[in-house]
């Protein structure tokens, strides 16, 4: 009798909770996050949001002490985020598109039109964003994500000759996405392709990068210079736009060519993350780039995302729910057990 | 319980009969001994598993699919820099080559970077190859080896697993069936792989089940070397008390043909022996001792009495059969009753040791009266004499012992021990190296106790035993039951305390500098840990697995549990897919993901059993892919860690609704550590009340008074709740090797009161007077007690400096138990005895009462 009250209780709370996803997760600490982490954003130094495996989505507003777990339910892992302001856009595996106003308490999932893995998503500001993934895919929005546009890659683009002959130009995995301002982004991708547009995304053009290596990451710190990141320790930097692409020699740790998965240059400060612990980073807006010497525990780590303000604070995130917060030329991981 | 003229008719029997008797008994024992020759000093693994359990049930339904939760860690550690140079790494292959050709291990549970079933996958130019970590070979440059740092660094579940978080150790897991142990071979073999690959800067540590066991059986010499030193020490303390050299054989040959008995009955049932347990044994050895010391002495005291040795044997004999047989059938009882735990090792037990104690009603209350009536009776011993022979006062002589004992203990206590022992020539330090450095600080003061004893026990006894008297005069005795009543509400504090299963990280048999433990240390520091919990998921179909809704309610599951307290990482299936998918998109982590398509799924896996080695998958995953396995790793095994897991993965089955997969609990070490100490909680329990219930029926049987069986219950519960706080206090686990322990220790401890408390009776009946006869009871009856306490913690007492601490603390226990019980027997019984005046004793008709009315009625008659 008495248990059946107890479930009967315990039913009805559960049936008043449903509705209110904000009271359905209390904050853990960060020690608790164990998902492995693809992509973060922060809106100010202490809060941000990070994605990560079960479709699972952080907030933090204590510099990543502490992190509430929001569900945008769905339990396929969204692997990109992009936040301006509160609002928050998240995609992932099979096209799946969400949408939060308010910071991450509601969310609702946006058409995106395609179910081909999306791998980065970014806004400019509250209205105008792009999303890229598998097979080319490439979508536009202008009206915060309510509808988006799918747009061709161009025709011309140039691939390697040997793999020209298997892959067809528009089926190019795009990896990252980069606003420089509200006309000017990159995209980058497999087989060395990076794509720039002037217009805000409606047209690109190619860019030589005279690499063949996936590229993984982007950063613009204006329209003239930019970085991109990939394979086998790969960093590139431009100063004219694109023009004219250099391979930029990062050190590596002894015996190891890492790929580099992500890239941040923002003020003097700049940090290029990859696998096994790869953490690089730079004193001199992105000119020269130093290994970070990360205790040898955190060397089967790989980090994913990585986000910078200007004045050298910022996140990483990257396996098994490590978050490392950065200052300067300093990182601290968040949590112990990694 | 038995009529008087049974008794005396039996005793009539034995005297007349008493060729045949013999013949009969010798027969008996040549049967024994020659099971004796079949007795096997052995751990079997499936003695620990209670059948019946779900758990074990479990383990063995899935025990083919995933492997044998004995798993031996073979941890090579480098001193300096870490494990990626050839020679760590050639020695590590040279490891797992030597594990594979070991006899008993499961042919494809043995992991280690080494080994090919461990396996990095790698992207090369859009195609994923999974090939051995050490791909292409063995690594003989420092280029090779650096490739080997890359692969590990690269693939997730390997660091942590098989490489220590910081590099400097590397560990070969190896699974052994449990049937197919043979831990002597294993040692040898170890010993042999030590030898081989350690040098200045590579170490070996071992540690897991199989090891510990085999560690342990290291022990069975010293062992013997205890039993040895253990009938040494009885028969000093028993010609001291008795002075005469039949004094000292007839006790030790009582308690040799039970021995004989109770180890022939457990050769013929086919039982082996577990080191474990062998502690019981020298305890039963001495409990035979202690009843043919108590027949001795009432023997002698009768002959000096009555000058005549057939009466005198029938005498004492018929008043020791009932509290002997009362005794010893509520020992038997209450060590069969510990058979209700059901776990074959505990059921052995306690089947073998009811035996052995039922034996002594042969080896004692049957040869005794016949031995005697053999033997020319002993010439009076002037005891007094022998206690003024001393030389120099007591005082002085306490003063030399007491010195020579802290010489001794300073001197084990500095650990100089070791460096004199260096000293010798080589053959002779291992010698006493083997014998143990407290061992020989005792063995050197032992000649100072001895003559320290010969001197002056005929004083210490008799002081002893006025003490005890004294104890309960006059207002003492009130002060001894509010001694009791506040032992009564004061142990239960620290009692209620005690917890089942292992406390102490490591393991609770080995003392915490043994090489076993620092191994399991380094183990559970340095890696993610060695004690799995594996519950499985059912798909409930062929195919099952490969689904991305069984795939992701596995992952949210291991993430789950990688929440429980005490876990440090998981092992699924879905680590391997998200990696292999990951790498078929250039190795970006944004991949690692488990693809919607079953199809690809199902590609991927193809993709892993064509270019590795199938048996990598098998602690994952079926062959039908209808189960999958998830792995919990673990930092330790307190019980508090295991039942919290499973209760903690409880949780998440609970609120798991989508019905993709039901998940089947509970494998791997933690699974057959829950179900060992669930039963053990249970049937501890069950022990208790059962035995207490049996001894107080048995109470009932003997003296057909409810009150009185009552207050002889007051120092058997008294010894039980201060045997659970001493457990406490010591740290001592209560567990599967402890219970059959702490079981008997609370089965036997009335027996004191029993010897006591019918002697009151046969006094009382002389006497008519209740204090008087209460003294002249403990005067008696009490110095023998006294006496055969001394000789139960001596027999127990040499295990305290066992080398195993599990022998240690179990001689502890139970000498401190006996200690209890004695104290309970002599001191708290007379209190109460006194004070209550139960009318069972008060009313009785003494002997002149009866003379008196027989008198009256025969005078009425004329």
């Known amino acids: 009798m008495k248990t059946r009250l107890v479930y009967l209780l315990a039913s009805f709370i559960m049936l008043l909770s449903l509705p209110l996803p904000l009271f359905a997760q209390a904050a853990v600490p960060a020690a608790e996050v164990r998902q492995n982490l693809f992509s973060v954003c922060f809106k100010n130094a202490r809060e941000g949001w990070t994605v990560g495996d079960l479709g699972r989505i952080f907030h933090t507003i204590d510099g990543g002490q502490n992190w509430r777990i929001y569900s945008a339910n769905t339990k396929r892992p969204f692997v990109a985020i992009s936040c301006v302001g509160d609002k928050l856009w998240v995609a992932g595996q099979g096209g799946q598109i969400a949408f939060s106003p308010d910071g991450g308490l509601n969310w609702h999932m946006q058409p995106s039109g395609t179910n081909r893995n999306l791998l980065d998503i970014e806004f400019v500001n509250g209205q105008q964003g792009l999303a890229v993934g598998d097979f080319g895919t490439l979508l536009r929005t202008e009206d915060g994500g309510n509808t988006w546009t799918k747009i061709s890659l161009p025709e011309n683009i140039e691939l390697p000759p040997d793999i020209a ?102 003020g003097l400060f700049g940090w290029a993350v990859g696998n096994s612990g790869l953490l690089l980073y730079s004193q001199d807006a992105g000119k020269t780039w130093k290994l970070y010497d990360i205790p040898v525990r955190m060397a089967g780590s790989w980090f994913r995302g990585v986000t910078l303000f200007p004045d050298g604070r910022g996140y990483v995130v990257g396996s098994r729910g490590l978050v490392l917060s950065l200052d300067r030329d300093k990182m601290t991981p968040l949590k112990e057990n990694y | 319980m038995f009529p008087q003229r049974w008794i005396e008719a039996y005793l009539r029997f034995l005297l007349n009969y008493r060729r045949s008797v013999t013949a009969f008994v010798a027969l008996m024992t040549l049967f024994f001994t020659y099971g004796l020759t079949k007795i096997r000093l052995h751990t079997d693994f499936f003695d620990f598993y209670p059948r019946q359990h779900k758990y074990i049930k479990f383990y063995h339904e899935f025990r083919k699919m995933f492997g044998t939760a004995n798993v031996m860690n073979v941890i090579l550690e480098v001193k300096s820099g870490d494990i990626y140079n050839p020679t760590t790494l050639q020695k590590l292959d040279y490891i797992t080559k030597f ?56 693939n997730p579940n390997i660091r942590g697993v098989y490489v220590a978080n910081d590099d400097t150790a590397a560990v070969v ?29 590579h170490r070996v540590h071992i540690t897991g089940f199989p090891w510990l066991y085999t560690s342990v059986l290291q022990y069975s010499g010293q062992l013997a070397l205890v039993f040895v030193l253990t009938t040494v020490a009885l ?40 080191p474990l347990v062998l502690v019981i044994p020298l305890f039963l050895t001495a409990r035979a001792l202690s009843h043919s010391v108590q027949s001795m002495d009432r023997y002698h005291e009768e002959f000096y009495r009555l000058k005549d040795k057939n009466q005198a044997i029938v005498v004492s004999y018929s008043h020791l059969f009932a509290p002997a047989i009362a005794s010893i059938v509520t020992d038997g009882i209450g060590l069969l009753i510990v058979a209700v735990a059901p776990i074959p090792l505990i059921q052995k037990v306690a089947i073998f040791a009811s035996f052995w104690v039922v034996s002594i009603f042969i080896s004692v209350v049957t040869l005794h009266p016949i031995i005697l009536s053999y033997i020319d009776p002993p010439p009076p011993v002037d005891h007094a004499a022998h206690g003024a022979r001393a030389r120099i006062s007591i005082g002085a002589g306490t003063a030399i012992l007491f010195a020579a004992i802290v010489a001794a203990v300073a001197i084990d206590r500095m650990g100089v021990m070791h460096r004199f022992i260096q000293l010798f020539p080589p053959n002779i330090a291992r010698a006493l190296e083997f014998i143990g450095p407290g061992m020989l600080c005792f063995i050197a003061v032992s000649p100072v106790i001895a003559w320290y004893w010969l001197s002056y026990c005929e004083r210490i006894y008799p002081a002893f035993t006025q003490l005890v008297i004294n104890a309960s005069e006059g207002w003492r005795r ?71 809704e069984a795939l992701t309610t596995m992952e949210e599951f291991a993430y789950h549990m990688q929440g429980a307290k005490g876990a440090s990482g998981t092992i699924t299936i879905v680590d391997i897919i998200k990696q292999l998918a990951r790498l078929q998109h250039d190795g970006d982590p944004k991949w690692s993901i488990i693809p919607l398509n079953p199809k690809e799924i199902g590609q991927i896996i193809y993709t892993f059993t064509q270019n590795a080695n199938i048996a990598a ?123 059959p322990i702490a079981a008997a220790g609370a089965g036997v401890g009335v027996d004191y009161g029993i010897y006591h408390f019918s002697r009151m009776i046969d006094t009382y009946d002389e006497i008519g007077k209740l204090d008087e006869a209460v003294d002249y009871a403990t005067a008696t009856t009490g110095k023998a007690i006294i006496f055969t306490a001394s000789t139960m913690i001596a027999g127990t007492g040499f295990f305290w400096f066992s080398d195993l601490k599990f022998q240690a603390e179990m001689g502890l226990l139970l000498a401190l138990l006996m200690s209890f019980n004695t104290f309970g027997g002599l001191v708290v019984v007379p209190a109460f005895v006194k004070v209550l005046r139960p009318g069972f004793l008060v009313n009785r008709k003494t002997k002149a009462m009866l003379a008196e009315q027989r008198q009256a009625a025969l005078g009425t008659a004329q």
């Open chain 2, 173 to 201: 897991n190896t699974g052994f069936w449990e049937e197919a142990l043979d831990f002597r071979y294993l040692y040898d073999r170890m010993m042999q792989l030590a030898a081989e690959v350690e040098d200045d800067n």
């Open chain 2, 99 to 154: 594990m594979i050709n070991t006899k008993g291990v499961v042919p494809y549970q043995i992991l280690s970077i080494a080994h090919p079933a461990v396996s990095s996958a790698t992207a090369t130019q859009g195609a994923v190859q999974v090939r051995p970590i050490f791909y292409p070979g063995v690594p003989k440059t420092q280029e090779d080896a650096n490739r080997v740092r890359f692969a590990v660094y690269a």
């Open chain 2, 617 to 739: 998958l098998n602690f994952f995953m079926d062959p039908s892919a209808r189960y999958g396995s998830i792995i919990t790793l673990f930092h330790e095994y307190s019980h508090a860690v295991i039942m919290n897991s499973i209760a903690y993965a409880r949780q998440f089955v609970d609120q798991y609704k989508e019905g993709f997969v039901d998940f089947r609990f509970a494998g791997g070490l933690f699974g057959i550590l829950a179900a060992v100490n669930e039963e053990v909680e249970n049937s501890y329990w069950k022990n208790l009340g059962l035995i207490f219930l049996i001894v107080y029926i048995c109470l009932y049987l003997t003296y057909g008074s409810l009150y009185c069986s009552l207050i002889l219950m007051i120092p058997v519960v008294l010894s039980q709740l201060a045997a659970e706080a001493l457990m406490v206090w010591f740290r001592i686990d209560l567990n599967v090797n402890s219970l």
């Open chain 2, 235 to 274: 028969s000093f303390l028993l010609y001291s008390y008795f002075r005469t050299w039949t004094g000292i054989w007839v006790p030790i040959f009582s308690g040799i043909l039970s021995s004989v008995w109770g180890l022939g009955i457990a050769a013929w049932l086919g039982f082996n022996l577990d």
């Open chain 1, 165 to 266: 002959e298997v892959v067809q130009p528009g089926d190019v995995i795009l990896y990252t996405i980069a606003f420089a301002d509200e006309k000017h982004v990159w995209i980058a991708g497999e087989f060395g392709v990076i794509l720039f547009s002037q217009d805000g995304g409606l047209t690109w053009q190619q860019q030589k990068s005279g690499v063949e290596t996936t590229l993984f990451g982007v950063t613009a710190l204006d329209h003239q210079h930019a970085w991109v990141v990939g394979m086998e320790g790969v960093m590139l930097v431009t100063e004219d736009g694109g023009a004219t692409w250099v391979k930029q020699s990062v050190p590596m740790p002894k015996g190891f060519v890492l790929p580099i998965y992500d890239v941040a240059v923002r």
């Open chain 2, 478 to 548: 009130w002060a001894v039951i509010v001694l009791t009543v506040a032992l009564y509400a004061l142990l239960p504090i620290w009692g209620w305390q005690l917890k089942v299963g292992d406390m102490t990280p490591g393991s609770a048999l080995l003392f915490a500098d043994h090489p076993y433990n620092v191994a399991y240390d380094i183990l559970n520091k340095r890696f993610l840990g060695a004690s799995q919990l594996i519950i499985i998921a059912d798909t409930k179909q062929p195919n099952g697995v490969k689904s991305a």
